[in-house]
């Protein structure tokens, strides 16, 4: 798809315009047909609309003539998105609407008088460049909220090429910009890339055979091919490449013009005023540059002192400042000395300012020359659909969160190292984790840290993912489970710093992420690991022991079932009489209800059998979750008949018998496609054997659920090893058995 196909196209939409203008017997004084938008702008794709307007002279009076210049249009079998104006009426639509105005912007002559068209250009651009310092903030905030709205082309796992951020939306604003003649934009780059991107969306209307700008993943191949590439990974790394650079640029041409608005005579500019801030670098409207004698050849530090403080500042690192230092500077020796490092801890800890300096260093190849491993994450997707960023993005995103948290620890040096580095393993076939370690252990030690902080750095690398995990899938009152943890972090202080770096990697990762729910999880983990770690008693633990209904004291097949508003949902509670399979009949009423659970406890008190979940929404009707409970009980309701979801399976199911997970318990693990009525199924299977459920512990990644159950014999204890074989067996095969037919790819609320 070229540009010379869009150029064919256009012009055989233009002589369709000015056939049908002339065969409408519209007058040729006076009236105007004109393309705006991406007609006006020659941009045509497949299955572009053909956006006109047939303008008139403020004098002259609209005829039948108007009418009749739509109907060979619609008969074309293009979709036209037309109307019919006086220049005033379009000036007046274009001061109150900035999406009109924007479109007029790009007004071209079809047909008719080309003096009024010349006078519409005119005067939209007068109009446009005379209100600019005052309608730019509207524009700014139009921008940011459509980024809010649609994400970022360059992470988005459904990315859209128009109204993403860093889209072709984003393309023709800066268009607008210069337009405005507030600021400039480097011409080049920004019609290379926005060409570019013309070129993939052609590409997609072309394999999805309408007008679509959202690329979902089945595309990619096709694209590929389309655009000459060799494969669908190349094709995402070429579309996400273009986008990332076309939102530098913006965000550069609005850091700049934000700055020029807040000048009070713009006009009145003087030759640039140089405000020293350290050793070579200073200030110059609003932007980091060298300073005057800046011993560039001579100062190796000098690239990290320019980025710190621009990250620090919030300001912009100028590219050409930056893209000198890349050619002339002196390189950083190895190791590092303890500047360069401090500078680099300086620069990652700045939280907002890193991002925009990053993105420069980045653009400029000054990456290269600091962090060459960083080329093996740069535009690589996460797997897991619930990332919003990718890998490298991600990394930047977390150290912006990490640097809130450097409060807390004792060495926030290696707590922005760690940030940076944490999923630099990515894209390996190794486990990202393992193969990160030896990554970041290389790099920690060329930028200067001694023999123990390496060994740091790459244990928190190593082990980011171990207290998120244990804490969400594991029984918090084990004393396995604290031994889980105990075992790999050598003291307090790593164990402090791994909880930071948790944190900051799941606000990063995205906004349910990090729930209050998980995180006083993983605080009530690391309160008590710390403690063994610190060789201090255990925090107390509060008894367990709720008030039983008299309603169940009186009648054993009673059920009683209370719902409690905490954070980030509620927390259900259902009380009977104590026999097995109660469990697996509460997850049931839930999973009837489409409630998403996200844990599960059960003990028995005097005789009475207590269940308590957390699940993920809130507002929920006591009165129907007992009759729905009270329904299964009784038998009146077929749990399992009426959860089946008649779908195929694509993965199997695993299940896994965890020997080292507890003392007390077996638990058994299960890993299978995120669907409704999962742990009822998982926990009646149990009850068949005769087996009691103590806890369940709920995790979803993306598509797949990773529930872990921990089970007992009805008379307490773990199980026998031929019996924990036998129950994960049965497990299987329900799991199997109930969703052979039905499956795996029903995904969703409902995990009950």
């Known amino acids: 798809m070229t540009d010379a196909e869009r150029a064919a196209r256009t012009r055989s939409a233009d002589a369709l315009c000015l056939e049908a203008f002339r065969t409408a017997g519209c007058p040729e004084a006076g009236v105007a047909l004109v393309a705006v938008g991406g007609y006006g702008r020659g941009e045509l794709a497949p299955h572009s609309d053909l956006d006109v307007v047939l303008v008139l002279a403020d004098d002259v009076e609209v005829g039948d003539w108007a009418g009749g210049v739509w109907y060979p249009l619609w008969d074309s079998g293009w979709t036209v998105d037309h109307s019919v104006r006086t220049v005033s009426e379009v000036l007046e639509q274009a001061a109150a609407d900035l999406r009109v105005a924007a479109g007029m912007l790009d007004v071209r002559h079809l047909a008719g008088d080309p003096g009024l068209t010349l006078q519409l250009r005119t005067a939209v651009l007068t109009q446009w460049r005379r209100d600019a310092r005052t309608r730019l903030g509207e524009l700014r905030e139009l921008v940011l909220e459509r980024g809010r709205r649609s994400g970022e082309l360059a992470h988005a796992s459904v990315p859209d090429l128009k109204e993403s951020a860093g889209g072709l939306r984003d393309a023709t604003v800066l268009k607008a910009l210069v337009a405005s003649w507030v600021v400039d934009v480097p011409h080049g780059e920004l019609e290379r890339c926005r060409v570019a991107l013309l070129d993939v969306r052609d590409a997609v209307h072309a394999v999805a055979g309408r007008a679509t700008d959202r690329v979902v993943p089945e595309y990619w191949p096709d694209v590929a091919e389309a655009l000459g590439l060799p494969g669908p990974d190349a094709a995402q790394a070429h579309t996400?490449?273009?986008?990332?650079?076309?939102?530098?640029?913006?965000?550069?041409?609005?850091?700049?013009?934000?700055?020029?608005?807040?000048?009070?005579?713009?006009?009145?500019?003087?030759?640039?005023?140089?405000?020293?801030?350290?050793?070579?670098?200073?200030?110059?409207?609003?932007?980091?540059?060298?300073?005057?004698?800046?011993?560039?050849?001579?100062?190796?530090?000098?690239?990290?002192?320019?980025?710190?403080e621009a990250a620090e500042r919030d300001l912009v690192l100028a590219p050409p400042t930056v893209a000198r230092l890349v050619r002339e500077g002196a390189p950083l020796p190895d190791p590092w000395p303890d500047g360069a490092r401090d500078l680099l801890v300086r620069l990652l800890a700045a939280g907002p300012g890193l991002l925009g300096v990053w993105e420069t260093l980045d653009e400029t190849g000054a990456l290269e020359s600091l962090l060459p491993e960083w080329e093996r994450v740069r535009l690589l997707p996460h797997a897991s659909a619930i990332h919003r960023f990718t890998v490298d993005r991600h990394l930047v995103e977390t150290c912006t969160e990490a640097a809130a948290l450097i409060r807390r620890v004792a060495r926030p040096d290696v707590l922005m190292v760690a940030a940076l580095l944490h999923d630099i393993g990515k894209g390996q076939l190794t486990e990202h984790c393992v193969a990160g370690e030896p990554i970041a252990r290389?790099?920690?030690?060329?930028?200067?840290?001694?023999?123990?902080?390496?060994?740091?750095?790459?244990?928190?690398?190593?082990?980011?993912?171990?207290?998120?995990?244990?804490?969400?899938?594991?029984?918090?009152?084990?004393?396995?489970?604290?031994?889980?943890?105990?075992?790999?972090?050598?003291?307090?202080?790593?164990?402090?710093?791994?909880?930071?770096?948790?944190?900051?990697?799941?606000?990063?990762?995205?906004?349910?992420?990090?729930?209050?729910?998980?995180?006083?999880?993983?605080?009530?983990?690391?309160?008590?690991?710390?403690?063994?770690?610190?060789?201090?008693?255990?925090?107390?633990?509060?008894?367990?022991?709720?008030?039983?209904?008299?309603?169940?004291?009186?009648?054993?097949?009673?059920?009683?079932?209370?719902?409690?508003?905490?954070?980030?949902?509620?927390?259900?509670?259902?009380?009977?009489?104590?026999?097995?399979?109660?469990?697996?009949?509460?997850?049931?009423?839930?999973?009837?209800?489409?409630?998403?659970?996200?844990?599960?406890?059960?003990?028995?008190?005097?005789?009475?059998?207590?269940?308590?979940?957390?699940?993920?929404?809130?507002?929920?009707?006591?009165?129907?979750?007992?009759?729905?409970?009270?329904?299964?009980?009784?038998?009146?309701?077929?749990?399992?008949?009426?959860?089946?979801?008649?779908?195929?399976?694509?993965?199997?199911?695993t299940v896994a018998v965890r020997t080292d997970a507890s003392t007390t318990a077996t638990v058994v693990e299960v890993r299978s496609a995120d669907r409704p009525g999962l742990i009822h199924t998982v926990c009646s299977a149990l009850a068949r054997m005769d087996v009691s459920v103590r806890s369940a512990h709920v995790s979803t990644l993306g598509p797949q659920a990773v529930d872990v159950f921990y089970v007992q014999e009805a008379s307490a204890g773990a199980l026998s090893e031929e019996r924990a074989a036998s129950a994960a067996h049965a497990v299987r095969e329900a799991l199997v058995t109930t969703y052979a037919a039905s499956g795996a790819g029903a995904a969703g609320p409902g995990r009950g």
């Open 442 to 653: 290389r790099i920690a030690q060329r930028i200067g840290f001694d023999a123990d902080e390496v060994d740091l750095v790459g244990d928190l690398v190593r082990w980011h993912l171990l207290l998120p995990e244990t804490a969400t899938t594991r029984d918090p009152d084990d004393p396995a489970t604290v031994a889980l943890v105990t075992a790999k972090v050598r003291d307090r202080e790593e164990l402090e710093l791994l909880a930071a770096l948790t944190e900051a990697d799941a606000r990063a990762t995205s906004d349910k992420a990090w729930t209050r729910w998980r995180a006083s999880l993983v605080a009530g983990l690391v309160r008590r690991a710390g403690a063994v770690l610190a060789d201090e008693p255990l925090p107390a633990d509060e008894v367990d022991r709720v008030e039983v209904p008299a309603s169940v004291r009186e009648d054993p097949r009673a059920v009683a079932v209370t719902v409690e508003e905490v954070a980030d949902g509620a927390r259900v509670q259902v009380v009977s009489g104590d026999r097995t399979g109660l469990l697996a009949d509460a997850a049931a009423m839930l999973a009837l209800q489409r409630v998403s659970v996200r844990a599960a406890r059960a003990w028995t008190q005097d005789g009475v059998g207590v269940s308590v979940w957390d699940v993920v929404e809130s507002g929920l009707d006591e009165i129907l979750l007992r009759q729905r409970l009270e329904a299964v009980v009784d038998g009146r309701v077929d749990a399992a008949a009426r959860l089946r979801r008649p779908t195929p399976v694509r993965l199997e199911p």
């Open 240 to 308: 996400r490449g273009l986008a990332r650079r076309l939102t530098h640029l913006s965000r550069l041409a609005w850091r700049r013009a934000e700055a020029t608005l807040r000048e009070p005579h713009p006009t009145r500019r003087r030759a640039p005023q140089l405000t020293r801030v350290a050793p070579g670098v200073a200030l110059s409207f609003e932007e980091v540059v060298l300073d005057r004698g800046a011993r560039v050849a001579e100062d190796p530090l000098l690239l990290l002192r320019c980025a710190a």
